[in-house]
């Protein structure tokens, strides 16, 4: 299979089980049966090319998922067990020759291999086994529907089974002779080169089953529904679930429900007063996700979102960084919804070869609806804690303008760094001007080395003894018309002196209110990841960064602050993190 220019990544859960599938990766199609729209570049001299990989390994993380070697992205519950399903390429370490690689879990966090579990072997599917869904059925019989490439180049949609029920470990898979259950004809008039990725089903007040598809017309992207009472035999929905002009196409799309006032989550297939839903989609024309919340009208299979939440590229994004093809599913153990995105390299692909490795998974989020129910809230699983050591905390520390304090006693490179700042006098805080509307841009105009009023203060991460080399993960207040503004910023500008990486410099605002509220930052930190996330969850950043001296124990950890103003510490408390068990 040919290596497309952009990836993908974890795919997904089911209804009351936790299945994450990495989400399907574009393809260069050609020969379908209605129109083709595909424009993604194609490298087929990459797919298999052998690895240099080295014993030297700086980048490689050590609490964060990914294989030992090769390209991945890259979970599901059954009897207790989760379960990753992830595309992998056992033949090298680019996009290409994908296989769902297959490994299991009791707590999230450490897990064993097994062997792939859906290879190309049908005349639906032969061509690629790209991503997909879980779901349980009754009987607690999970089930997965995927995408498959056929001899025509076609993306059709596939069902597979479990071979044995009893074996908890779900090692092997087989697949339905009714494949495929989902195709593009001349008269569904379905784009076949952008029809992918199906999501998680879930069973409607009438008894039949219902799962979207992610598909384009032109530039409109849509959520393509389809309806079953079998779950092999499907027929397509007159109308989308939910579609929008000028956004091109629809990857990974995900829709689920959310509680109202609790962060507690449900069941995919739940309905009701108090539940909102969400859909996520991943956009191919611009590799950023956004989401919307709004009310889904079972009815009529109709989702419309609320009033005020944007239905576009400039919506709310469940990470500003590097962190696509997300899914979400519902753990009926915990009664938590669990995301999880692919974060992938900042590095070239000849780079990427040499050290032998492409991809890695984020740390699992869960997330719930805001109490203003105008947004998601994310924060790492609490099993991530298991790993904790070597704690070091602070209180009440006063951080004047252009001071830099160190915090020792904790691994710099693999840690788990949560720090709140108070802010008593507001006097110094810059004007936002009106025209700043978009916060990856501003942070880039102010990074952390830009001296502001009342900002740059934050952590400086992954730095190196002199401090040529840091990430700076910061916050800046501004004044605004009504009350004051909070920017997020993850500047990656000094992250390295390889001047060859990716150092894009991210931004978010966040929705607290200063005066009110602490201003609050995590950052999981692993060798090249810095994964932040800021007050309390509601804005998240993604970082994939690579430098050249602060590796192993030459990497560094600050607290700083750039501003005029002084900021206080009210709280930091930072673990070294141990390395978790994934073979």
Partial sequence: MPYTSHSHKPAMAALSFATLLLCLFSLLLSHAVVELEASHHVYRNLQSLPSNSSAYQPYRTSYHFQPPKNWINGVMIYKGIYHLFYQYNPLGAVWGNIVWAHSTSKDLINWIPHDPAISPSQPSDINGCWSGSTTILPGDKPVI?????????QQVQNL????????PYLREWIKSPHNPLMAPTPINKINASSFRDPTTA??????????????????????????????VNWAKAQHPLHSSNDNGMWECPDFYPVQMNSSKGVDTSMIGSNIKHVLKVSLDDTKHEYYTIGTYYHDKDNYVPDKGSVDNDSGLRYDYGKFYASKTFFDSSTGRRILWGWINESSS????????????????????????????????????????ENQAKMRSIELKGGSTREISG???????VEISFKITDFKEAEFLDPSWKNPQELCGQKGASVKGGLGPFGLLVLASKGLQEHTAVFFRIFRAQKGYVVLMCSDQSRSSLNEQNDKTTYGAFVDLNPVLEEVSLRSLVDHSIVESFGGGGKSCITAR?????????????????????AVTISR???????KAQIS
């Avoid at 219902?210 to 079953?228: C, E, F, Q, T």
């Avoid at 590796?551 to 103003?565: I, P, Q």
């Fill in 145 to 153: 529907l995927y995408t498959g490439i056929n001899p025509q180049n």
């Fill in 160 to 167: 597979a089974m479990p071979k044995n029920l009893s074996d």
């Fill in 545 to 565: 960064v690579y430098p050249l001296l602060a590796v192993e124990d030459e990497a560094h950890l600050h607290a700083f602050n750039n501003g005029t103003a």
């Fill in 410 to 416: 904790v691994k710099a490179i693999q840690a788990d």
């Fill in 572 to 578: 930091l408390s930072a673990s070294s993190m141990k």
């Fill in 349 to 388: 692909e000849k780079e990427d070869i040499k050290k032998g490795w492409s991809g890695v998974q984020a740390i699992p989020r869960s997330i719930w609806l805001d109490k203003s129910g105008k947004q998601l809230v994310q924060w790492p699983v609490a099993e991530i804690e298991k790993l904790h």
């Fill in 202 to 231: 879930w069973k409607g007040p009438d008894g039949r089953w219902r799962v979207i598809v992610g598909n384009k017309r032109r530039k409109r992207g849509m959520a393509i529904l389809y309806r079953s009472k079998d779950f």
